[in-house]
């Protein structure tokens, strides 16, 4: 069954560095999501991605937040300073039809910001 | 008030009870209505989606929605060990935008 995957399964890193967490999506899927939750709390969109653009982006995708799809597979959320309050779960999802009805999600990246 | 309020639990049962998973909403502009399970520490799984009012089955679980309430429910018949997850719903407006719009989670836990 094809799945969303996403790399590293955890990263620690400190506050103020750049973090690239990666995604390889379902491969006919054409839209592309990022979704973070943090420990004990709701799970919130972050942006989504299509055609090799934002499509939509919540407050929380500052401009400390970037994503891209370098090569065709990958997918990635950078953030450029992180800080304490980034640590979260961060979920990459995928879907083929633009409402994310059947979006699959991965299995997530645990950040943890010291 | 919330968009979308589920309530965390948690919710212990004996195994092969039927277990009633509930979230309410405000913005009667909600269409779609899903159903996720996610174990812990693990991503978001789909279970089933429906659209609109009604109902919807797949093997043990049932989706319910009832549009004039604002409440949705999920069945699950059977109960198993295994069945033990946070159950997330979701919902989204298409008129005005994609976004999933999420329930806190309820921690359900079948006892043996």
């Known amino acids: 069954e094809p799945e969303v995957t996403q790399t590293p399964s955890h990263q620690v890193t400190q506050m103020g560095q750049e973090v690239i967490l990666r995604c390889v999506p379902i491969?006919?899927?054409?839209?592309f999501y990022w979704y973070r939750q943090i420990l004990g709390q709701k799970v919130e969109f972050l942006v989504s991605?299509?055609?090799?653009?934002?499509?939509?982006k919540s407050e929380i995708f500052d401009d400390q937040f970037s994503v891209e799809r370098p090569d065709g597979s990958n997918f990635t959320l950078k953030i450029r300073s992180t800080k304490l309050e980034d640590s979260a779960m961060y979920f990459c999802?995928?879907?083929?039809?633009?409402?994310?009805?059947?979006?699959?999600f991965g299995q997530g990246t645990r950040l943890t910001v010291v | 008030q919330k968009e979308v309020e589920q309530d965390p639990g948690p919710l212990s049962v004996p195994e092969g009870a039927i277990v009633s998973l509930n979230c309410t909403y405000s913005?009667?502009?909600?269409?779609?209505f899903m159903w996720y399970r996610q174990y812990s520490r693990k991503g978001p799984e789909l279970l089933m989606y429906?659209?609109s009012s009604g109902n919807k089955e797949d093997g043990r679980f049932t989706a319910q929605v009832d549009k004039s309430s604002k409440y949705i429910s999920l069945f699950i018949r059977d109960s198993q060990p295994s069945d033990s997850a946070t159950y997330l719903c979701?919902?989204?407006?298409?008129?005005?935008?994609?976004?999933?719009?999420w329930g806190a989670g309820t921690k359900l836990i079948i006892k043996p």
């Open positions: 999802a995928s879907s083929e039809a633009v409402a994310a009805t059947e979006a699959f």
């Open positions: 491969s006919n899927h054409l839209y």
């Open positions: 991605f299509y055609n090799n653009e934002i499509s939509e």
């Open positions: 913005n009667s502009a909600f269409q779609y």
């Open positions: 429906t659209y």
């Open positions: 979701a919902m989204i407006n298409m008129d005005s935008n994609y976004q999933l719009i």
